[in-house]
């Protein structure tokens, strides 16, 4: 077969693509521990909320017009909790999360910018346990912050004896999640979260490379657990990015190595005063495992995380079931 008959030949499988997949909690974790950080004045630390690290990867970047819908199982589990420094807080620290999101995206045949009009609603039930060495514990489930997003996917084009398919997405979460602000950890965000992405996927015959690249903005939350006895806090900003690369080992059946990384690049701040030294920063690498074709997928990914600062440090397993359902005629160019 030649290079040209295979592009043709994956795309014609890839027609109905991954499409439009963003956060998979939304999760605003808020630690009840608290550390000096001016004289006269203790802070309580805020934490980002919980993003899209590593819940995309193999050839995120293919889509085309109709519709997907998705199930994104997944666990977290955290053993300790690093400082600006990297180093381990002390004491018997522990968090796990176990997730789930359902995930309904639509790409139309309504061209802008030479990309098809896409959208996709979001929305995740979780469960979360929080055992702090100071004693603090707290065990919260319900429903996250839905998220919201629209954007356009561009059509797969031949680049050398490859094919390049890109997208971008403006995705927004709504403060709708489970939130008490009598409780120190809670699902629901209590603030709004912008969160916009670029994906792009570059493949040639067996051997594909993706990424997909966020960046993070988060309003304020101005009724925060009131065991802080503070007026208000607002998380940083942040860039995180996905990146995978993924070889056909046989038809259907792909197996390659996935990462992730994030690095907050503005202070929190609570009562409108920034908090030194609360740059969060990860990075996540493990392998995984794609099956599937034409219009069903299934995906394992995990990760082991290194680099931690100022958040929990863990070990990340996700499970993908996409299935999608492409228009039956032709899109015009």
């Given at each position: 077969m030649?290079?040209?008959?295979?592009?043709?030949e994956?795309l014609?499988?890839?027609t109905?693509?991954?499409?439009?997949?963003?956060?998979?909690?939304?999760?605003l974790?808020?630690v009840?521990?608290?550390?000096?950080?001016?004289?006269?004045?203790?802070?309580a630390?805020?934490?980002?909320?919980?993003?899209n690290?590593?819940?995309?990867?193999?050839?995120?970047g293919?889509?085309?017009?109709?519709?997907?819908?998705?199930?994104?199982?997944?666990?977290?589990?955290a053993?300790?909790?690093?400082?600006?420094h990297?180093?381990?807080?002390?004491?018997?620290?522990?968090?796990?999360?176990?997730?789930?999101?359902t995930?309904?995206?639509?790409?139309?045949?309504?061209?802008?910018?030479?990309?098809?009009?896409?959208?996709?609603?979001l929305l995740?039930?979780?469960?979360?346990?929080?055992?702090?060495?100071?004693?603090?514990?707290?065990?919260?489930?319900?429903?996250?912050?839905?998220?919201?997003?629209?954007?356009?996917?561009?059509?797969?084009?031949?680049?050398?004896?490859?094919?390049?398919?890109?997208?971008?997405?403006?995705?927004v979460?709504?403060?709708?999640?489970?939130?008490n602000?009598?409780?120190?950890?809670?699902?629901?965000?209590?603030?709004?979260?912008?969160?916009?992405?670029?994906?792009?996927?570059y493949?040639?015959?067996?051997?594909?490379?993706s990424?997909?690249?966020?960046?993070?903005?988060?309003?304020?939350?101005?009724?925060?657990?009131?065991?802080?006895?503070?007026?208000?806090?607002?998380p940083?900003?942040?860039?995180h990015?996905?990146?995978?690369?993924s070889?056909?080992?046989?038809?259907?059946?792909?197996?390659?190595?996935?990462?992730y990384?994030?690095?907050?690049?503005?202070?929190?701040?609570?009562?409108g005063?920034?908090?030194?030294?609360?740059?969060?920063?990860?990075?996540?690498?493990?392998?995984?495992?794609?099956?599937?074709?034409?219009?069903?997928?299934?995906?394992?990914?995990?990760?082991?995380?290194?680099?931690?600062?100022?958040?929990?440090?863990g070990?990340?397993?996700?499970?993908?079931?996409?299935?999608?359902?492409?228009s039956?005629?032709?899109?015009?160019?």
């Open positions: 030649t290079d040209r008959e295979q592009i043709e994956n014609g499988r890839r109905a693509g991954v499409a439009v997949v963003a956060q998979t909690v939304a999760l974790m808020t009840a521990f608290w550390e000096s950080a001016a004289p006269c004045l203790s802070f630390q805020v934490q980002l909320p919980v993003v690290l590593g819940q995309t990867n193999f050839e995120d293919f889509a085309a017009p109709g519709w997907l819908i998705e199930e994104f199982p997944e666990t977290y589990a053993g300790e909790l690093r400082d600006s990297g180093n381990t807080v002390p004491g018997r620290n522990h968090l796990t999360t176990y997730s789930t999101t995930h309904v995206a639509y790409i139309s045949k309504k061209r802008v910018l030479g990309g098809w009009l896409a959208g996709e609603v995740p039930l979780v469960d979360v346990d929080v055992q702090l060495a100071n004693g603090t514990s707290s065990e919260v489930r319900g429903f996250a912050d839905l998220i919201v997003g629209t954007g356009l996917q561009w059509a797969p084009k031949k680049i050398g004896s490859g094919v390049f398919v890109h997208r971008f997405v403006f995705d979460d709504a403060p709708t999640g489970t939130y602000d009598s409780r120190p950890v809670n699902i629901g965000n209590h603030f709004v979260v912008v969160n916009p992405y670029y994906a792009l996927t493949e040639r015959k067996k051997l594909e490379f990424a997909r690249l966020h960046y993070l903005w988060n309003s304020t939350n101005k009724d925060p657990y009131v065991g802080f006895g503070i007026r208000n806090m607002q940083g900003q942040a860039f990015a996905n990146y995978a690369t070889y056909e080992v046989r038809k259907n059946v792909r197996l390659g190595f996935n990462g990384w994030l690095q907050q690049v503005t202070d929190h701040r609570i009562n005063i920034a908090v030194p030294n609360s740059l969060e920063r990860t990075i996540g690498l493990g392998p995984g495992l794609q099956l599937g074709g034409r219009d069903t997928w299934f995906r394992l990914n995990s990760y082991m995380e290194t680099d931690v600062r100022n958040r929990p440090s070990i990340a397993v996700t499970f993908r079931i996409s299935k999608a359902l492409p039956m005629t032709r899109s015009g160019n």
